[in-house]
T-cell receptor
Framework: EDQVTQSPEALRLQEGESSSLNCSYT??????LFWYRQDPGKGPEFLFT???AGEEKEKERLKATLTKKESFLHITAPKPEDSATYLC????????????????FGKGTSLLVTP | NAGVTQTPKFQVLKTGQSMTLQCAQD?????MYWYRQDPGMGLRLIYY???????DKGEVPNGYNVSRLNKREFSLRLESAAPSQTSVYFC???????????????FGDGTRLSIL
């Protein structure tokens, strides 16, 4: 069965302390891997799409990378405003449908950055 | 630039009542989706509409119905609400047949639904 696992579940960092979030997946026929940020009481906000192993994307203090089995979201010198839950989702063929590619979400990593 | 707008933002229902959650997008996207998000679980797809005039079941469709009213609007209906349907419901949209391609989905801010 296809799975998306994010680790750690929660992470607390001091401002300026760099770290990485992990998203490991076991899907066949990956079409894309997506990273989202979700603030409390809000919907997920799209950050990046990665399509193939070796690809990297950057946005401000965030950098996403992709291998054949996992993706990392690297956070460099984080600030308190980076505190949020980060969601990973993979798109692959649906096993219970004749059409389409389902988006399977992980449970997220809750990041807290303290001053 | 509104993006994806969901109404209402909060709702409390009694078991057995019915209601419709509304969603509208102004990005001219073809595909729209309904998810539910529960504590300790990832977002789960309820129904989706790859294009205007089509709808299909997702992972957890039981107890729900949907209507793709036009290109902009996609509603989710609970015919007879049950406590197990207490959740946060998110609507999303994506460009150009998002189910058939790998375009990112863009989300609204959700409807928080409690069923007593």
């Amino acid at each position: 069965e296809d799975q998306v696992t994010q680790s750690p579940e929660a992470l607390r960092l001091q401002e300026g302390e760099s770290s990485s979030l992990n998203c490991s997946y076991t899907v066949s026929g990956l079409r894309g891997l997506f990273w989202y940020r979700q603030d409390p009481g809000k919907g997920p906000e799209f950050l990046f799409t990665l399509y193939s192993a070796g690809e990297e994307k950057e946005k401000e203090r965030l950098k996403a990378t992709l291998t054949k089995k996992e993706s990392f979201l690297h956070i460099t010198a984080p600030k308190p405003e980076d505190s949020a839950t980060y969601l990973c989702a993979v798109q692959a063929p649906q096993s219970n449908s004749n059409s389409g590619y389902a988006l399977n979400f992980g449970k997220g990593t809750s990041l807290l950055v303290t001053p | 630039n509104a993006g994806v707008t969901q109404t209402p933002k909060f709702q409390v229902l009694k078991t057995g009542q019915s209601m419709t959650l509304q969603c509208a997008q102004d990005m001219n996207h073809n595909s729209m989706y309904w998810y539910r998000q529960d504590p300790g679980m990832g977002l789960r797809l309820i129904y989706y509409s790859a294009s205007e005039g089509t709808t299909d079941k997702g992972e957890v469709p039981n107890g729900y119905n949907v209507s793709r009213l036009n290109k902009r609007e996609f509603s989710l209906r609970l015919e007879s609400a049950a406590p197990s349907q207490t959740s946060v419901y998110f609507c999303a949209s994506s460009a150009r047949d998002g189910i058939l391609s790998n375009q990112p989905q863009h989300f609204g801010d959700g409807t928080r639904l409690s069923i007593l």
